[in-house]
């Protein structure tokens, strides 16, 4: 099993750019595809994006396509979410959540194990 710890997240004015990152202990973690989540005040948790184990597939919800990039390094244990052209409305607690094996998915029931959340928070 893993255990995903989230970190990089803080207060940004729009227009900037964060990086987010999930170091996930555990031996396995190349075993898991990877997700990134977000849930804004009063709203549902939603998809942002998804890795698979090795790297090389990639998802992405549509309103985060061309700013946002989920990468992932093995060797460390870790996920990375890259956000560009950062916007108000991408203010929300981002969670990392971890899937054993298969593809990254949007589905949220399909993750096995989930991180407490970092907050990011983009000032107009």
């Known amino acids: 099993q893993v255990q995903p710890v989230e970190s990089g997240g803080g207060l940004v004015q729009a227009g900037g750019s964060l990086r987010l990152s999930c170091a996930a202990s555990g031996r396995t973690f190349g075993s898991y595809a990877m997700g990134w989540f977000r849930q804004a005040p009063g709203k549902e948790r939603e998809f942002v994006a998804a890795?698979?184990?090795?790297?090389?597939?990639?998802v992405y919800a549509d309103s985060v396509k061309g700013r946002f990039t989920i990468s992932r390094a093995n060797a460390k244990n870790t996920v990375y979410l890259q956000i560009e052209s950062l916007k108000p409305e991408d203010t929300a607690v981002y969670y990392c959540?971890?899937?054993?094996?298969?593809?990254?998915?949007?589905?949220?029931?399909?993750?096995?194990?989930w991180g407490q959340g970092t907050q990011v928070t983009v000032s107009s």
């Open positions: 959540a971890a899937k054993f094996r298969g593809p990254g998915t949007d589905l949220r029931g399909a993750y096995d194990y």
């Open positions: 890795i698979n184990w090795s790297g090389d597939r990639t």
